[in-house]
C-alpha cells in the first residue's frame, strides 16, 4: 500500500526513478509505498531530477516551485515535498496515471519493460 503523508502544507512521497526509459510515465505503485516513475531523462547532472519535477508538476497540476526533492538526489529512490497538494489528491492522480500505463502494458501498446 503506497504511503502518502500529510505534511501540513502538502505531501511527502516516496519516489523510485527509472532514467533513460522510452517516456515518461507512473510506472507503477509498489508494495514498499512507493512511486515507480519512468524518465527519458538519463541520470547525469540533474537531468532526471529535473525531469521529474517537471513531469510532477504537470501530472499534479501544480508549479515546479511546489515541488522540492528533499532527499536522495543522486539516487534512484527520492524523498519529494509536494506543497498545496493534499496526499488524497496526489494519491487519487497517481493511482490513475499507473492504472493507465499498467492498462496499456497489458494491452501491447508500450512494450517497455523493465
Do not use: C
Amino acid at each position: 500500500m503506497p504511503t502518502f503523508k500529510d505534511a501540513r502544507t502538502g505531501t511527502a512521497i516516496q519516489v523510485k526513478v527509472i532514467p533513460r526509459a522510452k517516456k515518461n510515465e507512473v510506472a507503477g505503485l509498489m508494495e514498499d509505498g512507493s512511486v515507480r516513475i519512468r524518465l527519458t531523462a538519463p541520470p547525469v547532472e540533474g537531468a532526471a531530477n529535473q525531469a521529474l519535477v517537471e513531469f510532477l508538476a504537470q501530472l499534479l497540476e501544480i508549479h515546479k516551485n511546489q515541488i522540492e526533492i528533499v532527499a536522495g538526489l543522486s539516487s534512484e529512490r527520492k524523498l519529494i515535498s509536494l506543497v498545496g497538494i493534499s496526499p488524497q489528491s496526489v494519491e487519487s492522480i497517481l493511482r490513475r496515471a499507473a492504472h493507465a500505463a499498467e492498462s496499456k502494458r497489458a494491452h501491447g501498446s508500450d512494450g517497455s519493460e523493465e
